[in-house]
């Protein structure tokens, strides 16, 4: 995906509210999960060893494999991560901090992103929710679902707890909306058409989405409405 299909993806989406460079990293960091989740769904051809997919790629794994570099520049300029770490679970954030090595802690999730490159991805994920939880606490609201529970928890972290989650816990890394594939499949459709009016209203809806799960309680990623 080149820079200037960036570029051009970002300014229609971002528009002048994030204009200061914050959402650089997010269009980055979505590349690369639309780059993971493509070669997944390219994985799943003949003579390819069989692997459970997540909820999201129901009925539209053909879809997957046919989106274009233009149409993952589209996505990945979306104003929210595409992928998620439960930034709205603070349970689960308080589990590094309070850890020790002989601890019994809760059975790993398997991960959804494997393979070359997997682990500097979730660390990047990672990162950066650390970051804005420390330094942009709205931005980590709009772009990550964080609730300010959450922030807290997270920001207080070192990095050794954060390197603790890569190694222990990968799975805590998903798609954003994993079980919602009607979700995924207006996304998808979205980018596609190359619609301008039509990727912003989809954006604004996974926005809404995302608010609506930390204003519901005991809300988990993949629960509320969907598109």
Do not use: K
């Not at 769904?41 to 233009?70: K, S």
């Not at 890394?173 to 499949?185: A, G, K, L, T």
Request: glycine share 12%; charged share 20%; with cysteine.
């Amino acid at each position: 995906m080149d820079g200037e299909g960036f570029g051009m993806a970002a300014r229609w989406r971002v528009g002048e509210w994030l204009a200061d460079g914050s959402m650089e990293a997010v269009a980055e960091i979505n590349a690369q999960c639309l780059d993971f989740l493509c070669r997944l769904a390219a994985g799943q051809g003949a003579g390819a060893p069989p692997r459970r997919l997540p909820e999201m790629f129901g009925g539209q794994v053909d879809a997957w494999r046919g989106l274009g570099a233009a149409a993952q520049a589209q996505l990945a300029a979306s104003p929210y991560l595409l992928v998620e770490a439960g930034f709205d679970d603070e349970a689960r954030w308080a589990l590094p901090a309070r850890r020790m090595v002989q601890d019994t802690h809760p059975a790993p999730r398997e991960p959804v992103f494997t393979g070359p490159g997997a682990e500097v991805f979730v660390r990047g994920v990672l990162i950066f929710g650390w970051h804005l939880a420390r330094a942009n606490r709205q931005l980590a609201r709009v772009v990550l679902g964080m609730s300010p529970a959450c922030a807290t928890r997270v920001a207080a972290l070192r990095l050794r707890d954060i390197d603790w989650v890569v190694e222990h816990h990968p799975g805590w890394v998903r798609p954003r909306w994993e079980r919602q594939p009607r979700v995924w499949r207006h996304l998808l459709g979205a980018a596609r058409e190359s619609d301008t009016a039509l990727l912003t209203q989809v954006s604004l809806r996974g926005l809404q989405l995302m608010a609506a799960g930390m204003l519901s309680p005991g809300a988990r990623p993949g629960a509320g409405a969907a598109l």
